[in-house]
């Protein structure tokens, strides 16, 4: 069964970074696009970057040069890395994949990871 495991959340005041980490693990054939995605409450999941297994990326207009996303192949893990955190940075990030596995090919869900940012 594969899953999608996010690390690296937490509580952190304006102005500070974090790096967050997914991986995924199971019987996986290969992995296409992964990306990270937040949900702030009361707000619309928004994307907030994405990269190619080919390493080419996108991002959410509000990350503004702020935020960083890679991947490393060989370990199946995404990561994203946050520079100058704002409060309205809050919010649940879930790391989500498309995944050619074993059972299913097609998106996976991490179980998100809170990311707090205080001002």
């Known amino acids: 069964q594969v899953q999608l495991v996010e690390s690296g959340g937490g509580l952190v005041q304006a102005g500070e970074s974090l790096r967050l980490s997914c991986a995924a693990s199971g019987i996986i054939f290969s992995i296409n696009d992964m990306a990270w995605h937040r949900q702030a409450p009361g707000k619309q999941r928004e994307l907030v970057a994405a990269i190619t297994s080919g390493g080419n990326t996108n991002y959410g207009d509000f990350v503004k040069g702020r935020f960083t996303i890679s991947r490393d192949n060989a370990k199946n893990t995404v990561y994203l890395q946050m520079n100058s955190l704002k409060p309205e940075d809050t919010a649940v990030y879930y790391c989500?994949?498309?995944?050619?596995?074993?059972?299913?090919?097609?998106?996976?869900w991490g179980q998100g990871t809170q990311v707090t940012v205080s001002s």
């Open positions: 989500t994949a498309d995944i050619r596995a074993l059972q299913y090919r097609g998106a996976y």
